[in-house]
């Protein structure tokens, strides 16, 4: 299962655009990428899923380049309540029978 | 529709105990798995399965166990419990692990052992 790296932690302000780079060198030809997002006292929700390119949904956006070396979680304009701790995994296929979860980064969006 | 239902939220027990942390979900879904969650970390796998009558180790097995006799039900039971187990424990199930599924998680089951 291939490894990935977060930052720890970001700090943003609300109505601003966050990105959070994911890295996972390794990854296998199999391999999609998932991202989750987990509040305090809560299991973690699914945000998005990707393969290649970019993908966008209602929440966010999901940048992948050619290599698939890393991917870039953006979410447009964020408020108080997406403070969270979002997760990227890398595994064949989304994972949640299978799934390593790193420690994630810890969103911290201030007013 | 409940989704994925643990039970009990909180519990305390005491060293040597054991017990048994119950998940059931309700969407048919093949594939259920368990975490722990330790404080300021990310989640660790325990066991999972494909289906029913089917289980395998995660990362963390050692000291649990797990059955899966329905779809429906996929029981972790601690055998005897120890402080290195108190954690939050999640289960997670999806109907399949391909592309365009997710996972859906439970609330949580907060453990301590003393």
């Known amino acids: 299962l291939a490894k990935t790296t977060q930052p720890i932690s970001m700090d943003s302000y609300e109505g601003q655009e966050v990105n959070i780079t994911c890295s996972h060198n390794n990854i296998a030809t199999n391999d999609y990428i998932t991202w989750y997002q987990q509040f305090p006292s809560q299991g973690p929700r699914f945000i998005i899923q990707?393969?290649?390119t970019k993908v966008t949904n209602e929440v966010a956006s999901l940048f992948i380049p050619a290599d698939r070396k890393s991917s870039t979680l953006s979410l447009p304009r964020v408020s108080l309540s997406d403070t969270a701790v979002y997760y990227c995994?890398?595994?064949?296929?989304?994972?949640?029978?299978?799934?390593?979860f790193g420690a994630g980064t810890r969103l911290f969006v201030k007013a | 529709n409940a989704g994925v239902t643990q039970t009990p939220k909180f519990q305390v027990l005491k060293t040597g105990q054991s017990m048994t942390l119950q998940c059931a979900q309700d969407?048919?879904?093949?594939?259920m798995s368990w975490y722990r969650q330790d404080p300021g970390m990310g989640l660790r796998l325990i066991h999972y399965s494909v289906g029913a009558g089917i289980t395998d180790q995660g990362e963390v097995p050692n000291g649990y166990n797990v059955s899966r006799s329905t779809t429906e039900d996929f029981p972790l039971r601690l055998l005897s419990a120890a402080p290195s187990q108190t954690s939050v424990y999640f289960c997670?199930?999806?109907?399949?692990w391909g592309q365009g599924t997710e996972a859906f998680f439970g609330q949580g089951t907060r453990l301590t052992v003393v």
């Open positions: 969407m048919n879904h093949e594939y």
């Open positions: 990707g393969y290649k």
């Open positions: 997670a199930s999806s109907y399949s």
């Open positions: 995994l890398v595994a064949e296929g989304t994972g949640g029978f299978k799934t390593i």
